[in-house]
């Protein structure tokens, strides 16, 4: 079976792709998302998301565990009012940015990066030897509009007070807690939750690889 690679230790992502019933492995970058962004000066929002998935995408793949297999990174940043919001990180920073997002809506970018790590013909001395790695590096963005609902001081410090908004993109999540103040997605609902699985299907095109390879034998969910 080929071996997919997520370059993120997000359970949001891993749990994304398991209910998708797509077989995966987890290798988590050590990249240094402040420095990448001081680096290359990126401010854009949709450009960023998609330089930071880069960014943790090329640095599992040059990894030995990653030999042979397909990696693929994400990052998301949310973007309202024209700014980019990443991590809050602190108590002060998420409820300043949640009372203004109250009643109102911003847009979620989520960056993919793909690399195949597999063998290529350019690395094998015998041209009968089969292979099929095709060094494809490949990217995209999926976005999606993000609508929130009237948010009390109350709702806004007991939803902080949980902890789950400290360490997400924007300070809210959609398949958490913080579903219940989001009113409607515009766009892919999964972008939201961190990683698309049609845009991942499409990026395993350009390495020649269906989605249906990687999905496990026995299934994920079941309709009842």
Same mark, same amino acid.
């Given at each position: 079976?080929?071996?997919?690679? &997520?370059?993120?230790?997000?359970?949001?992502?891993?749990?994304?792709l398991t209910?998708?019933?797509? @077989?995966?492995?987890?290798?988590? *970058?050590?990249?240094?998302?402040?420095?990448?962004?001081?680096?290359?000066?990126?401010? $854009?929002?949709?450009?960023?998301?998609? &330089?930071?998935? %880069?960014?943790?995408?090329? +640095?599992?793949?040059?990894?030995?565990?990653?030999?042979?297999?397909?990696?693929?990174?994400?990052? *998301?940043?949310?973007e309202f $009012?024209?700014?980019? @919001? /990443?991590?809050?990180?602190?108590? #002060?920073?998420?409820?300043?940015?949640?009372?203004?997002? *109250?009643?109102?809506?911003?847009?979620?970018?989520?960056?993919?990066?793909?690399?195949?790590?597999? #063998?290529t013909a350019?690395?094998? $001395?015998?041209?009968? #030897?089969?292979?099929?790695?095709? !060094?494809?590096?490949?990217?995209?963005?999926?976005? +999606?509009? =993000? @609508?929130?609902?009237?948010?009390?001081?109350?709702?806004?410090?007991?939803?902080?007070?949980?902890? #789950?908004?400290?360490?997400? +993109?924007? *300070?809210?999540?959609?398949?958490?807690?913080? !579903?219940?103040?989001? %009113?409607? =997605?515009? /766009?892919?609902? @999964?972008?939201?939750? /961190?990683?698309?699985?049609?845009?991942?299907?499409?990026?395993?095109?350009?390495?020649?690889?269906?989605?249906?390879?990687?999905?496990?034998? $026995?299934?994920?969910?079941?309709?009842?």
């Open positions: 079976m080929t071996r997919l690679i &997520l370059a993120s230790q997000s359970p949001a992502r891993t749990k994304l209910e998708a019933g797509i @077989h995966h492995e987890v290798l988590v *970058s050590d990249v240094d998302e402040d420095a990448v962004q001081a680096r290359y000066g990126v401010t $854009d929002p949709h450009d960023t998301a998609l &330089l930071l998935a %880069r960014a943790k995408a090329e +640095a599992v793949a040059s990894l030995p565990d990653a030999e042979g297999a397909l990696v693929i990174g994400c990052d *998301s940043v949310f $009012d024209g700014e980019s @919001h /990443g991590k809050p990180y602190t108590v #002060e920073v998420a409820k300043e940015r949640m009372a203004r997002m *109250s009643g109102s809506k911003g847009v979620l970018h989520t960056g993919h990066w793909l690399v195949d790590c597999r #063998e350019a690395d094998v $001395d015998d041209d009968d #030897e089969p292979t099929e790695g095709t !060094g494809a590096t490949v990217g995209a963005v999926s976005s +999606a509009e =993000v @609508h929130f609902a009237e948010m009390s001081e109350q709702d806004i410090d007991a939803y902080i007070a949980t902890g #789950e908004p400290l360490h997400c +993109a924007g *300070s809210f999540t959609i398949d958490g807690l913080g !579903g219940a103040f989001i %009113r409607k =997605v515009d /766009g892919d609902p @999964h972008a939201v939750v /961190g990683l698309s699985i049609s845009t991942l299907r499409d990026l395993l095109g350009h390495a020649n690889v269906g989605i249906t390879e990687l999905w496990t034998q $026995d299934g994920s969910n079941t309709c009842q």
